[in-house]
């Protein structure tokens, strides 16, 4: 789900739409909560390589509840564009049930540090994202939110883009033996010719929705004066 106006959660034409947004993004930021929660208190305790066992299956499933923001994009239940959502969507589903659910004991994929680092980043941009839009659309605010959601994700997003690209190119060689040289070459494909100009687009897309942010902000603050 991407942001502002243009993009962002619609403002609710009935109570019963407005609920159900408010329902779905605070369920989904209390999931990623978890994954995150998870993440960090394994590594602390048994270390980076136990972190798929403890965490994979419960990530695995609340990341495939995001295909439901295609849907929402797609019936015009929010402002989100389509293009852009069905592909940060379908980046993530490449990851899940394409790679670490394939092997989830590899060294570098399931076992690996860099899994961390990319569940890291996704479950900060996701509980920060949720709940932003799950209080917004309360009627709530918060700075701090607010200030994560247009700043965060100059660390985020480079983070998570650079960890995903890692663990999909790690398992080119793993694919060819454990499904076929096809899958290999298709990951290979996907990895060096789709996601450097997907990656581009998502993150050019949150610069633009960030300059509408400070532009309007600027405005109605000049406004205020």
Request: with cysteine; hydrophobic share 45%; net charge positive.
């Amino acid at each position: 789900m991407a942001d502002t106006k243009k993009s962002g959660p619609r403002p609710a034409s009935s109570p019963l739409k407005n609920g159900y947004l408010i329902l779905y993004n605070a369920v989904s930021a209390t999931l990623w909560l978890t994954v995150l929660g998870r993440v960090v208190l394994t590594n602390y305790l048994h270390g980076p390589s136990h972190v798929y066992s403890s965490t994979g299956e419960f990530c695995k499933w609340t990341q495939t509840l995001a295909g439901m923001e295609v849907l929402h994009s797609l019936l015009g239940v929010v402002r989100a564009p389509l293009f852009t959502t069905f592909m940060q969507v379908f980046s993530r589903y490449a990851i899940v049930w394409g790679v670490t659910d394939l092997f989830p004991s590899h060294p570098d994929i399931g076992r690996s540090p860099v899994y961390s680092s990319m569940l890291v980043a996704w479950g900060v941009t996701e509980v920060v994202r949720y709940s932003y839009f799950a209080l917004t659309l309360s009627g709530w605010q918060p700075s701090f939110l607010h200030w994560m959601r247009y700043h965060g994700f100059f660390v985020l997003y480079p983070l998570g883009i650079s960890s995903e690209a890692w663990l999909i190119w790690k398992s080119v060689g793993p694919a060819e033996a454990k499904v076929g040289e096809w899958y290999s070459w298709l990951l290979w494909a996907y990895v060096v010719v789709v996601y450097p100009p997907s990656a581009y687009i998502l993150y050019t897309h949150m610069m633009a929705q960030r300059r509408k942010v400070m532009r309007a902000l600027k405005a109605n603050s000049g406004k205020a004066q």
